[in-house]
């Protein structure tokens, strides 16, 4: 089966600059995660969609983050503006039931 | 508070070798935990949950309650397992996963 996509790969941008990152989870795959990874840290929940409603999203700094999840299905996150302490690893990750999460190969972000 | 620690940044053994990463947490109900293995260049994913109860890989790990641990355990490193291994905690409703810091793991031949 196809894993979990993610686009892009990479990101440069400036701070207090707009970007967008995008998400297609494996068929079938109810949840949705976006996790944020800062250097040296483990993966942080950002939000947790079931379909296409919100589970969990107290860790989204929501003055600056937003995410959706049209139709049940691919999801995008994004950041307006942007700061530097939001360079990181963006990652996507799809599970059908709970526990066994399957992760994209994240977006590295970096804010200059 | 619910936290996962993983005490060793670092855990560097020679190939043969016992090993083992440690792993606590805090977390008031039932939790499921699992461990979680990133390879050079490849995507995080699941290595084992306690649940299954199974050895991945050579790998165990068992859910001591008492000392709030879900250590894993090899008891012969191979140089292919060096990769980051990440412990983590699923509340009792399911509802959020959360992630130690890491524990990288380097098996010298």
């Known amino acids: 089966e196809a894993g979990v996509a993610q686009s892009p790969r990479y990101k440069i941008i400036e701070k207090r600059q707009s970007v967008a990152f995008w998400c297609n989870p494996i068929?079938?795959?109810?949840?949705l995660y976006w996790y944020q990874q800062i250097l040296g840290q483990g993966p942080k929940l950002l939000i947790q969609f079931q379909n296409n409603g919100v589970v969990d999203d107290s860790q989204l700094p929501k003055d600056r983050f937003s995410a959706e999840r049209l139709k049940g299905v691919d999801s995008t996150l994004k950041i307006q503006p942007a700061k530097l302490e939001d360079s990181a690893v963006y990652l996507c990750a799809s599970s059908v039931n709970r526990g066994e999460q399957y992760f994209g190969p994240g977006t590295r972000l970096t804010v200059t | 508070a619910q936290r996962v620690t993983q005490p060793e940044k670092l855990l560097s053994v020679f190939k043969g070798a016992p090993v083992e990463l440690k792993c606590n947490y805090s977390?008031?109900?039932?939790?499921?935990l699992f461990w979680y293995v990133q390879y050079s260049r490849q995507r995080l994913q699941l290595l084992l949950r306690?649940?299954s109860r199974e050895s991945i890989k050579g790998f165990t790990a068992d859910l001591n309650k008492g000392e709030t641990s879900f250590h894993l355990k090899k008891p012969f490193a191979q140089e292919e397992d060096s990769a980051m291994y990440y412990c983590?905690?699923?509340?009792?409703?399911?509802?959020?996963?959360?992630f130690g810091a890491g524990t990288r793991l380097f098996v010298k031949a």
């Open positions: 306690h649940i």
């Open positions: 977390y008031s109900g039932s939790p499921e």
């Open positions: 983590a905690l699923l509340n009792t409703g399911g509802f959020k996963t959360i």
């Open positions: 068929s079938g795959h109810a949840t």
